[in-house]
């Protein structure tokens, strides 16, 4: 028997041909993880995963080959068989290598051997369900392990000499002699003391707590959660209060372990199931359909902001489940969500393992582990949750699939919503995409048929849409510098009535354009209608497209005022604007700056929630995901600023922001507003905002996009060549061209540039970028790779380092 596999750091993890010892023979699969060895050097092991197995023994043999050592796992499958096949779509598709692809699909803490354990069990008189036979090795070990109890596989590796001891250890498992798992030292779980109510209790809480309002309004706080812990800092209450309440009989204090599912700083009162709007309920029966066929059936589900499109997915989720299958929800980022985080929660409690960045080594083993093991039935987190391990997905779902978090950004590079559709594909599941301002990519799909469109028109419960108004800061009196008097003004009206507001200081800066503050005007490409970048070195406005350079004169061609601007104002310093004209307000921050701490965005929402502060000012964080219903004013401090990067997306991508940040307002009963603060009041952009119809803003930029053949008429594919010396990398990109031009048909392809990346210089390294777009076929990966392979060798000497990027959603 042979086995394809990849090996991580040998071959550049080109798939290798090896024979299978006989030994491992009857326990090896597709999807497994091996060790390996060089034939010269048998002390190192390499972690190799199997792509596929041949029973045919007619090969060669090859004695410089590496040696399959040992098996992980007992040969278990660390990648199931569509997770396998998902992976090796991905190495296609966009043209990365299968290891890259394999090694995204699996937790580093899965992969790694560094911190395995081998613990001897308690000795109990049972029969053994499998008869593990007596070996000198398995003798050894077992002794070994009765003096120390607990030993690593590496310290009992150099104990007994051996390397290959895996898959012993996992007989011994099996036989029950002892435990292999692994324990990351560093992260070991936390205690925390949590209350409870106790069940038949003595005497009326709400007459005997009368006079310790604090101590019934706790009561009360914990009553609510019906059972699940409540902690002390999450609930708002001091530990000593809980206490008082235990010495009374009311409740019991007992610990809990803090892992994964517990780390949210941020939760809220339970809500009472509500009432589906027709719109909802004809969604829901749609999607009832589909599930019920058990075949893929790829849904845009578009709902405006406050139209429900949660409630719809719980009740998707909860028919799933009902069915026997699993799922898995995608949001765009978990840290950043945790009010979706924790509505899920109160639903699905132990069935749903909440994933994010945040999580330590081994709570991200376990989390694998729980899902792996089917103890938990639904996987929710942000991209790389597209990977969960579940068996018999029967739905997967996208939150904000608009989001641009859901991009990669190194190899391979891949668009989680895009790999959740093939997903779905592989595992016969419905998928679901949902957002109130879809990404161009999946709207054109659901006008074309490809997807069926689901639309929610109306907010829920009565809500009506905020009504928006445009503010010119050009002419407007001003406050202070970043705030207009008539947003002053407004702002104080809600904090006299007790309401809330959410500010956006859009920090999706300038990236160097330049936009003149007396009519707006932005210097754009002739030949590609996006925004011109200035390079101080040689006073020029120059394209990161096609390369197309102006000479810039320090004044607007438009109105030949010198009034430009270059830079953005941040956050920190609108907070200290805001401090002076609310003095007896606190003030929110929420940036990069004050969520580096783990759990700090739930603590600031939780204050918000809680009304501890009026005004809660942020970048792009505070546009995603939030609903409070006392939020009746959205603000947005530079509300253009976004159109100056030069992408052809940044309109969609502006549109889609102040959409979502303006969705803040007017939740519940009381209606909201929405000012955004401008300098150019004709952007199409803010005319396509007070229409309120996202079908004609698509309908408006894909006229452009189609004349100039960007997405979603062609695909893109960007490659950027990097060295020390910018002549290196610009000779490098030139050369690549000049190859690629001479064998994809023009009519087929366009190629553009190369030309210097919007970031020219990063990290001591020039960056030159080629730009591919394809309007009919696919490129072929291994005609790619061989390209790629003669560019590094050519320019080796140099320091080269190419980078291909499909689908491409930063061109900076």
């Given amino acids: 028997m042979h086995a394809l596999l990849v090996i991580d750091r040998l071959f550049r993890g080109e798939p290798l041909l090896l024979q299978v010892p006989e030994l491992f023979e009857r326990d090896i699969h597709p999807g497994s993880m091996v060790l390996v060895t060089l034939p010269h050097r048998k002390d190192a092991l390499y972690p190799g995963y199997v792509l596929q197995l041949s029973a045919n023994d007619d090969y060669p043999e090859n004695s410089a080959l590496p040696l399959i050592t040992d098996l992980m796992y007992g040969g278990s499958p660390v990648l199931s068989n569509n997770i396998l096949r998902l992976a090796l779509w991905m190495a296609d598709y966009y043209l990365s290598s299968p290891l890259d692809a394999i090694l995204a699909a699996l937790p580093a803490s899965v992969r790694t051997t560094v911190h395995d354990i081998v613990e001897l069990n308690a000795f109990l008189l049972k029969p053994a369900e499998r008869k593990t036979h007596s070996t000198p090795l398995r003798r ?104 008082e309440l235990t010495k009374k009989g009311f409740t019991e204090k007992f610990t809990v372990d803090i892992r994964s599912n517990f780390k949210n700083a941020y939760s809220e009162t339970k809500k009472h199931p509500e009432n589906p709007t027709r719109a909802q309920k004809e969604a829901l029966s749609v999607l009832h359909e589909a599930v019920d066929t058990g075949e893929f059936r790829p849904f845009l589900l578009h709902g405006v902001t406050g139209s429900g499109k949660t409630l719809i997915y719980i009740e998707l989720l909860k028919q799933v489940l009902a069915c026997g299958k ?21 639903h699905f409690h132990d069935d749903i393992t909440i994933l994010h960045s945040a999580m330590s080594d081994q709570e991200k083993y376990d989390a694998w582990h729980r899902l792996r093991e089917g103890s938990s039935k639904i996987a929710l987190g942000p991209r790389s949750t597209i990977f969960a391990p579940l068996e018999n997905v029967g739905a997967i779902i996208v939150d904000e699939e608009h989001d641009g978090a859901y991009k990669q950004d190194r190899n391979p590079r891949y668009h989680a919503r895009d790999t959740a559709v093939m997903r779905a594909v592989l595992e016969n599941a419905v998928c679901v995409l949902g957002s109130a301002t879809p990404s161009f990519e999946s709207y054109q799909n659901a ?8 639309n929610l028109p109306e907010r829920i419960d009565g809500a009506s849409m905020p009504r928006i108004t445009l503010i010119s800061m050009r002419e407007a009196p001003k406050a202070s510098p970043s705030i207009s008097d008539l947003l002053y003004r407004e702002i104080g009206k809600r904090i006299e009535k007790n309401q809330q507001v959410i500010l956006l200081q859009n920090r999706r800066g300038f990236a160097g354009s330049v936009f003149c503050l ?69 003030i929110l921050r929420m940036d990069i700056d004050t969520t580096t701490s783990k759990g700090a965005h739930g603590r600031i929402l939780k204050q918000f929630h809680e009304k501890k502060s009026r005004i809660l ?48 307002a007017g939740r519940a009963s009381i209606p909201g507003e929405v000012y955004l603060q401008v300098y150019n009041l004709e952007n199409e952009v803010f005319r396509s905002l007070l229409e309120g119809s996202y079908e004609k803003f698509f309908d408006r930029e894909m006229g452009l996009r189609t004349a100039l053949r960007y997405p979603p008429v062609a695909r893109l594919v960007k490659f950027e060549f990097s060295a020390a010396e910018e002549k290196k990398a610009e000779e490098a990109a030139i050369s690549f061209k000049t190859e690629l031009a001479t064998h994809l048909p023009p009519e087929n392809v366009i190629l553009l540039g190369p030309a210097p990346a919007g970031i020219a210089k990063l990290r001591g390294r020039y960056r030159y970028q080629l730009l591919l777009k394809i309007l009919s076929g696919k490129l072929s990966p291994t005609f790619i790779r061989q390209q790629l392979d003669a560019g590094m060798s050519r320019y080796r000497s140099a320091g080269l380092s190419i980078t291909i990027d499909v689908d491409p959603q930063n061109l900076m």
């Avoid at 006073?539 to 000479?551: A, D, F, I, P, V």
């Avoid at 601007?565 to 956050?571: A, D, I, N, Q, V």
């Avoid at 939030?626 to 159109?643: E, N």
């Avoid at 992408?647 to 303006?662: G, K, N």
């Fill in 140 to 243: 050894e070990i077992l002794q070994l392990l009765a003096a120390a109890k607990k030993l690593t596989v590496r310290q009992i590796q150099k104990r007994l000499g051996r390397k290959q001891l895996y898959r012993t250890l996992t007989e011994l498992e099996k036989g029950g002699f002892i435990t292999l798992q692994k324990k990351f030292s560093a992260t070991r779980p936390k205690q925390k003391n949590a209350y409870r109510i106790i069940r038949g209790f003595e005497g009326n809480p709400e007459e005997l707590l009368r006079h310790a309002p604090k101590q019934l309004e706790a009561f009360r706080s914990l009553l609510e959660l019906e059972g699940e812990p409540g902690f002390p800092d999450v609930l708002g209450f001091q530990p000593s209060i809980f206490n």
């Fill in 326 to 346: 699993t799922a898995i929800v995608l949001v765009p980022e978990i840290s950043l969500t945790p009010q979706t985080a924790g509505r899920f929660r109160q």
């Fill in 447 to 454: 006008k074309s048929g490809k997807y069926r469109l689901i």
């Fill in 518 to 586: 007396d009519c707006g005007h932005i210097p754009t490409c002739r030949h590609c209608n996006i925004p011109l970048v200035y390079h101080a070195a040689g006073m020029q406005l120059r394209c990161h497209y096609c390369g197309h350079t102006h000479l810039f004169t320090e004044q607007c061609s438009q109105c030949n005022s010198t009034n430009l601007f270059y830079k953005s104002s941040g956050t920190e310093r609108i907070e200290d604007e805001l401090k002076s004209l609310f003095p007896e307000e606190t």
């Fill in 617 to 664: 000012l942020g970048t792009q964080m505070v546009a995603k995901g939030l609903d409070f219903p006392d939020v009746t004013l959205v603000g947005v401090m530079m509300a253009d600023i976004g159109m100056n990067i030069p992408d052809f997306r940044a309109a969609e991508r502006m549109y889609s922001l102040l959409t979502q940040v303006a969705g803040r």
